[in-house]
């Protein structure tokens, strides 16, 4: 910026958008139909968000690959072809990497750029705004697309940095994978992320250990090939998809109903309460859950895979204060 000259003039761009997910990528798009300026400021190297960052083992989304898409463009919607009921992170990175090149929307994109600060001057009527490599952007908007999962959260735990082996973040995953062949592995939480890494993790881990503070309730996804048949009917009619009485998510709440209620009989549920995993009844191949725990009190985290025999037979869960 430079001194004497009028708010206008200092504007570099008309908004700055922070993060290029689902969220920055659209609202980029939408500035530009508007006719406005704009560049959007991300951390990653990439686009994709959410999906950039969490590349771990059988990360999906949780929602149907149909509905878990951009619906402003109706070509776009009748392109892409998702595969899965629920699509795998590669698939989503993919999709939106497809999104930021058909709208050529990465022009206006800064990648490795790190906002630390925004500052509001109300006689120019500007903000601007600095990033970790000291770039200085002036706007007159500021939009934060910054999600709320793209940061990661270590717990404080005792020993933790004296570990001796290595460590990784399901947000934070390597992108050239890590090979847990023969080795012992340990995993902390049972979450949404968890209970989907679980499963690949104990294919090839020779003992997979989880530990786990607050137990879940678990829902089978009954994730599938897309049928071409449903695929096709809804890019008929993307009402269907876009309808606000849209008959498919209440079909999706009765299919997890139907799972929760008898999961909630004894023949079903696994307690993870007593210090090691401990059926009551014979174990459901979908449940990591606790009686205590009744559905729709905790967060519902959907088993994307059927845990195989190995999980059942090298996983060994500890549970500390449960609640
Ligand atoms: C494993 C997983 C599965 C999920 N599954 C589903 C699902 O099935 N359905 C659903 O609806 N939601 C799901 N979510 C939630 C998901 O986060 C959102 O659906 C969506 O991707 C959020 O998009 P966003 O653009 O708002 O934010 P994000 O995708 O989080 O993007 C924010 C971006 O902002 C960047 N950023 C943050 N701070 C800064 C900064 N200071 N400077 C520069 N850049 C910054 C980040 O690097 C990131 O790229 C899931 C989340 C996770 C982690």
Same mark, same amino acid.
């Given at each position: /910026?430079?001194?004497?000259?009028?708010?206008?003039?200092?504007?570099?761009?008309?908004?700055?958008?922070?993060?290029?997910?689902?969220?920055?990528?659209?609202?980029?798009?939408?500035?530009?139909?508007?006719?406005?300026?704009?560049?959007?400021?991300?951390?990653?190297?990439?686009? =994709?968000?959410?999906?950039?960052?969490?590349?771990?083992?059988?990360?999906?989304?949780?929602?149907?690959? *149909?509905?878990?898409?951009?619906?402003?463009?109706?070509?776009?919607?009748?392109?892409?072809?998702?595969?899965?009921?629920?699509?795998?992170?590669?698939?989503?990175?993919?999709?939106?990497?497809?999104?930021?090149?058909?709208?050529?929307?990465?022009?206006?994109?800064? $990648?490795?750029?790190?906002? *630390?600060?925004?500052?509001?001057? %109300?006689?120019?009527?500007?903000?601007?705004?600095?990033?970790?490599?000291? %770039?200085?952007?002036?706007?007159?908007?500021?939009?934060?697309?910054? =999600?709320?999962?793209?940061?990661? /959260?270590?717990?404080?735990?005792?020993?933790?940095?004296? $570990?001796?082996?290595?460590?990784?973040?399901?947000?934070?995953?390597?992108?050239?994978?890590?090979?847990?062949?023969?080795?012992?592995?340990?995993?902390?939480?049972?979450?949404?992320?968890?209970?989907?890494?679980?499963?690949?993790?104990?294919?090839?881990?020779?003992?997979?250990?989880? $530990?786990?503070?607050?137990?879940?309730?678990?829902?089978?996804?009954?994730?599938?090939?897309?049928?071409?048949?449903?695929?096709?009917?809804?890019?008929?009619?993307?009402?269907?998809?876009?309808?606000?009485?849209?008959?498919?998510?209440?079909?999706?709440?009765?299919?997890?109903?139907?799972?929760?209620?008898?999961?909630?009989?004894?023949?079903?549920?696994?307690?993870?309460? %007593?210090?090691?995993?401990?059926?009551?009844?014979?174990?459901?191949?979908?449940?990591?859950?606790?009686? *205590?725990?009744?559905?729709?009190?905790?967060?519902?985290?959907?088993?994307?895979?059927?845990?195989?025999?190995?999980?059942?037979?090298?996983?060994?869960?500890?549970?500390?204060?449960?609640?």
């Amino acid at each position: /910026m430079h001194e004497g000259a009028n708010a206008s003039d200092r504007t570099d761009v008309d908004v700055v958008i922070v993060g290029a997910g689902f969220a920055g990528l659209y609202m980029l798009h939408e500035q530009r139909k508007a006719g406005r300026s704009a560049v959007v400021l991300e951390a990653a190297s990439g686009v =994709g968000g959410t999906w950039y960052w969490n590349r771990y083992p059988g990360a999906r989304c949780d929602i149907e690959s *149909l509905e878990y898409s951009y619906s402003f463009d109706e070509d776009l919607q009748q392109e892409w072809q998702w595969s899965e009921r629920y699509a795998t992170q590669p698939e989503i990175l993919q999709y939106l990497e497809h999104v930021a090149d058909r709208f050529d929307l990465r022009r206006d994109i800064r $990648f490795d750029s790190r906002v *630390l600060a925004a500052t509001w001057d %109300d006689d120019a009527a500007t903000w601007t705004v600095r990033t970790e490599a000291g %770039d200085q952007i002036a706007a007159r908007w500021v939009v934060m697309a910054t =999600g709320c999962l793209s940061s990661t /959260m270590l717990p404080d735990i005792e020993g933790a940095a004296t $570990f001796a082996g290595p460590t990784y973040h399901t947000g934070r995953w390597p992108h050239e994978g890590v090979d847990f062949t023969g080795l012992r592995v340990g995993v902390i939480g049972t979450g949404s992320s968890a209970i989907q890494a679980i499963p690949v993790i104990a294919e090839q881990a020779a003992h997979l250990y989880v $530990f786990q503070r607050t137990p879940h309730y678990t829902v089978p996804a009954h994730n599938a090939p897309l049928d071409p048949a449903v695929r096709g009917r809804i890019k008929v009619d993307t009402t269907i998809k876009c309808h606000p009485y849209n008959y498919r998510p209440i079909l999706s709440c009765a299919h997890i109903l139907q799972d929760i209620v008898p999961n909630d009989r004894p023949r079903n549920r696994v307690s993870l309460r %007593d210090g090691v995993a401990g059926a009551r009844g014979p174990p459901s191949p979908h449940m990591v859950g606790d009686p *205590l725990a009744r559905p729709g009190l905790r967060a519902r985290v959907f088993a994307r895979e059927l845990l195989p025999r190995r999980w059942r037979e090298t996983v060994v869960a500890a549970s500390a204060d449960p609640r």
